[in-house]
């Protein structure tokens, strides 16, 4: 299956190129907001009509579209003590979110603290609103937390790279901790009869597995782990995904999480006699967040590559996980 | 409307603003917030000979107001940049000045010959204050003879006007500057970053794989503000200067200080459009204090200006 292509912007010679020489087959990836755009490639002969007044058109050119924009705070939820979901209205931005694809937030307009904090996307409904969870961990993630319904808030954004998905295959997602934000919009995005959605969620203990009712309208299963046992089975997202990879066949991968996490999914994957299709979605300290200042590098086996421009979603047979991360 | 354009020497820029080296990529990494041709200057990533895969990570951290980061000069090497990644430029109204960073003397010879003859480049950058990379231990820009030297043969070996980026990291800046216009600058660019630690307490461990990395940001405009008014006071040379500008009035700040044209580093991390926006207000700066011409604010905080 050749890589999936964005919605790009389609430049004007593009579509007249198109036009004039209709190429025989064509391959439409046609991306409909909320099912991202994991949506199945349609092949047809010519190229329908309808295509050529679309103001996009998918070109192969996969810059994914950037928007900076004071996003007024529509709603908070406060999940807990420590964890939030807040929803923006933020139309640009919601018209080009795509699961995997992150935002990076201006918390303060002082100089301190002084960068943008880089928050998943928990969910976009493909034109006004965008959602984020996320949990309080010190300065910056504390004056997130403070804002008031109404406030604006500075967002740029879609970041990243999208998680790539495959109908052919059943899903199989995996989720530690907050992590859960982009494999949520991945499920809930990718609803169909075409495949199955499994969800593999683990956290320290059951108050901390989070938008369990959620979940349920987007998985067709889902498995929840804790480390200390007070919710289902005891232990980490690493047994029960051993067990579904040695019962079940045609499956792919998808997680987020703590780094060591990643590592060990990775691994999982890695071991069974043919290797699924495995996608992580790294995290890593973060300066300006589209690939200008080189600074959130993560080593790959072709180098350096940036998690917030080239990720923060990777393959991950290519990542080189740190032995010390796991 | 005031006249926005400055001159460095036989270097003429549209506007004052431009944008630090590191801290752009190769120009077009901001081109979906805004049009790169409305900046004065783009200082692009610093080049080495060879390509550099860089330091390991963590390569950034946060401080008060600063960010400290040891990126090691992370970069595509000049036989890319002679060979493709130019073409890039092509279309950008600003001027493109390449950074440029050796090991040794000879190295900065061959990458000025190199580099000033890449299509659009209009200037060139000596960057010889990069903490991040270690040669020989001392960075060549503490010691003014050897800066002199490099900027001399440099100077020789360009097609285009030589800008030498001076550390801050120095007892007297001054001394460094007077070496480095007497070698055949048209400039100096100041400052690079200042050397600086962050240790994480929990694990009792520096934050930086690298230890030591360069701060910017805010933290170090009161220094850098300073160094730009020393140098100007003792040599009225040609200043881009820079450290921490956030907004107009810390552009007009470094134009009071000294500075012909100020660069913006860090804050595009923050703002992506803080280049074009700084430039709007210092254009608004202009229009309330009656300025007609940009250069009459260079120097004008010092004493009988
Ligand atoms: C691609 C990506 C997606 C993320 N998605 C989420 C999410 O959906 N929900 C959520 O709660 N958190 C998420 N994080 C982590 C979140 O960015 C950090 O928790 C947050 O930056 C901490 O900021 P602070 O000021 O509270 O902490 P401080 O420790 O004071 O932050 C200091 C510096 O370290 C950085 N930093 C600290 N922790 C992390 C971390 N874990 N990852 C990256 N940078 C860090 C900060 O951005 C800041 O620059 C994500 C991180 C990345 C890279
Ligand atoms: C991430 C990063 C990378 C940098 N890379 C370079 C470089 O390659 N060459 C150079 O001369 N200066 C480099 N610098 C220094 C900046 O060009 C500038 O001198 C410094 O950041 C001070 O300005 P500021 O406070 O506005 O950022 C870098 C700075 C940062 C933050
Ligand atoms: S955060 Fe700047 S390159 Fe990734």
Redesign the pocket.
């Known amino acids: 299956m050749p890589a999936p292509v964005t919605a790009a912007n389609g430049s004007e010679a593009q579509r007249d190129k198109l036009r004039e020489d209709p190429p025989e087959k064509t391959c439409l990836f046609v991306r409909v907001p909320n099912f991202s755009y994991a949506c199945q490639a349609i092949v047809v002969d010519r190229v329908p009509a309808l295509l050529m007044d679309l103001t996009h058109v998918a070109s192969g050119d996969d810059r994914a579209l950037k928007h900076q924009v004071a996003a007024t705070l529509e709603s908070v939820r406060v999940l807990d003590r420590e964890t939030y979901v807040h929803t923006y209205l933020a139309p640009a931005i919601a018209a080009d979110a795509q699961p995997g694809q992150?935002l990076h937030i201006r918390v303060s307009h002082l100089t301190a603290?002084l960068?943008r904090?880089?928050?998943?996307i928990l969910w976009s409904d493909g034109h006004e609103r965008v959602q984020?969870?996320?949990?309080?961990?010190?300065?910056?993630?504390?004056l997130l937390a403070a804002k008031r319904e109404g406030e604006t808030v500075d967002l740029l954004g879609p970041l990243?790279t999208p998680f790539p998905y495959d109908f052919a295959r059943d899903a199989v997602m995996v989720a530690g901790g907050?992590g859960i934000?982009p494999v949520y919009f991945l499920g809930k995005a990718n609803r169909s009869d075409h495949n199955r959605r499994t969800l593999i969620y683990g956290a320290r203990s059951a108050d901390q597995l989070y938008l369990r009712d959620e979940l349920k309208e987007a998985f067709d299963e889902i498995i929840y782990t804790t480390e200390d046992g007070s919710l289902a089975r005891k232990g980490r997202v690493t047994g029960p995904l051993r067990d579904l990879l040695a019962a079940r066949e045609n499956l792919a991968l998808y997680a987020c999480g703590p780094t060591p996490m990643l590592a060990a999914v990775a691994d999982e994957a890695a071991r069974v006699a043919a290797p699924p299709p495995c996608y992580v979605?790294m995290?890593?300290?973060?300066g300006c967040g589209f690939g200008a200042c080189l600074g959130c590098v993560v080593r790959t086996h072709e180098g350096f590559k940036t998690?917030c421009k080239q990720g923060?979603v990777f393959d991950a047979r290519e990542i080189v996980f740190d032995t010390a991360a796991r | 409307m005031t006249d926005l354009s400055v001159a460095l020497g036989s270097l003429r820029l549209r506007n004052p603003v431009t944008v630090a080296s590191g801290t752009f990529g190769y120009g077009r990494e901001y081109e979906e917030f805004f049009d790169p041709s409305l900046l004065g200057a783009i200082f692009i990533k610093g080049i080495t000979i060879r390509p550099r895969a860089g330091n390991e990570t963590p390569r950034l951290v946060?401080t008060p107001s600063g960010l400290i980061n040891s990126i090691g000069l992370q970069n595509i090497g000049i036989e890319e940049l002679e060979q493709s990644k130019w073409r890039e430029f092509e279309g950008i109204a600003a001027a493109i000045c390449a950074n440029v960073s050796g090991n040794t003397v000879d190295e900065y010879e061959e990458l000025a010959w190199r580099a000033s003859r890449v299509p659009h480049i209009a200037a060139l950058e000596l960057n010889i204050s990069c903490p991040n990379v270690k040669a020989g231990g001392v960075e060549f820009g503490r010691n003014p003879a050897v800066a002199r030297d490099i900027t001399r043969r440099c100077v020789a070996a360009s097609a285009v006007p030589v800008l030498v980026k001076l550390t801050p990291n120095v007892t007297d800046v001054v001394e460094v500057a007077a070496a480095v216009m007497e070698g055949g600058a048209t400039g100096v660019t100041l400052v690079n970053t200042f050397l600086a630690l962050a240790i994480d307490a929990e694990r009792r461990r520096p934050v930086l794989a690298n230890v030591f990395g360069g701060l910017s940001g805010p933290a170090i405009k009161p220094i850098a503000l300073r160094m730009v008014w020393q140098v100007w006071g003792a040599l009225r040379c040609p200043i881009i200067g820079m450290g921490g500008i956030m907004n107009g009035t810390d552009a007009v700040e470094f134009l009071l200080a000294g500075a012909t044209a100020v660069s913006v580093g860090t804050a595009n991390f923050v703002n992506p459009t803080a280049a074009p926006d700084i430039l709007r207000e210092i254009g608004e700066y202009c229009d309330r204090h009656g300025v007609k011409h940009i250069s009459e604010l260079t120097g004008a905080a010092h004493p009988g200006s």
């Open positions: 992150f603290p960068l904090r880089p928050i998943s984020v969870l996320f949990k309080v961990v010190r300065t910056g993630t504390a990243g907050y934000a979605s995290e890593n300290q973060m998690t923060p | 946060e």
